[in-house]
């Protein structure tokens, strides 16, 4: 006997078949993109990266470096096509802008990559393993806090030299503790489940059982943290740069054209403007990403 079903019963059953034929990351994906200032924000970065992009190929019709003796502090015009004006030195502002924000971006990502690495497993290894194997892990952890940010950063700068690729490393290599300690509470909570203690009956190595089972149950929050991660580590490059302990000339970053900026903030404004404000919106959509990734993995947070 067929039974016939109307077309609103249809729409229900197709509707529950659909939803339950969704993993877990489909349905953060749908209310991540339900959630419009992210999306927006997405958006807005997405634009922005492509114009650092472009900045960083010299698109544009000044080079960040070219010095114009005769268009020194020159406010924002179509004259020359100085369309955000020209610095203290006679460089474009916009071209430097471009470039700086690709530093800028360039810098949380690598370094978010190596914290990244580094905290995740060492997390991941201290929380599994435990008993004194966590112990003096976390305790090395615990020293390292106690350390000012900026006295560990010289010291690697120092030992290493001061070089772009080593800046982000350098700080990298500072920020990973917050990550490590993320990890190894979320290995805690997932050492005594079921399908861990079936891998371990199995005779499942320790490191198979780690890299097959427990990074991959940990990266939602990992990812949550990364999105947030990125902010802090752009800001440590602008507090850097702003001490002189950054990126160096000719080369340019949204910290170091903020810092001069603010040395000529009476005469020529808009050196300082410009680069705060695409600072920003760049610290604004990235957070704005973080909540809305936040909520979509975990939506009891919201």
């Known amino acids: 006997m067929t039974t016939i079903l109307n ?30 200032a992210a999306v927006t924000s997405m958006v807005i970065l997405g634009i922005l990266v492509v114009l650092a992009i472009l900045g960083q190929l010299g698109v544009w019709v ?12 020159q406010p924002p015009t179509w004259e020359n096509l100085h369309l955000l004006g020209t610095d203290a030195q006679g460089r474009d502002l916009l071209a430097r802008t471009l470039v700086g924000l690709g530093v800028s971006l360039m810098v949380g990502i690598v370094a978010t990559v190596v914290s990244l690495l580094i905290g995740v497993t060492w997390g991941a290894i201290a929380g599994f393993v435990g008993g004194r194997t966590d112990q003096l892990m976390m305790r090395f952890v615990d ?25 982000f490393v350098a700080i990298g290599a500072v920020e990973w503790l917050t990550m490590a300690r993320i990890v190894r509470g979320q290995t805690l909570a997932l050492k005594g ?5 079936a891998a371990e009956a199995a005779g499942v190595s320790q490191w198979m059982i780690i890299r097959r089972h ?41 910290g170091r054209l903020i810092s001069t900026g603010a040395q000529d903030m009476e005469v020529a404004p808009w050196t300082l403007i410009v680069p705060a404000v695409t600072m920003m919106v760049t610290l604004f959509c990235l957070n704005f990403i973080g909540d809305g990734l936040r909520d979509a993995i975990d939506p009891k947070d919201r």
Request: no cysteine; proline share 5%; net charge neutral.
């Open 214 to 254: 427990i990074i991959p149950n940990v990266l939602g929050p990992v990812v949550v943290y990364v999105t947030l991660m990125i902010p802090v580590v752009i800001l440590a490059e602008s507090f850097l740069s702003f001490l002189g302990l950054g990126v160096q000339e000719p080369l340019t970053s949204l």
């Open 62 to 73: 000044h080079d960040y470096d070219t010095i114009y003796r005769d268009r020194v502090s």
């Open 7 to 36: 077309p609103k019963e249809k729409e229900e059953m197709l509707s529950k078949a659909a939803v339950q034929g969704r993993s877990l990351w489909d349905d953060a994906r749908i209310r991540l993109f339900r959630n419009k």
């Open 143 to 167: 020293i390292l806090y106690s350390l000012p940010f900026i006295f560990f950063v010289i010291i690697l700068m120092v030992v290493f030299g001061r070089n772009i690729i080593l800046i």
């Open 193 to 197: 489940m079921e399908f861990v203690e």
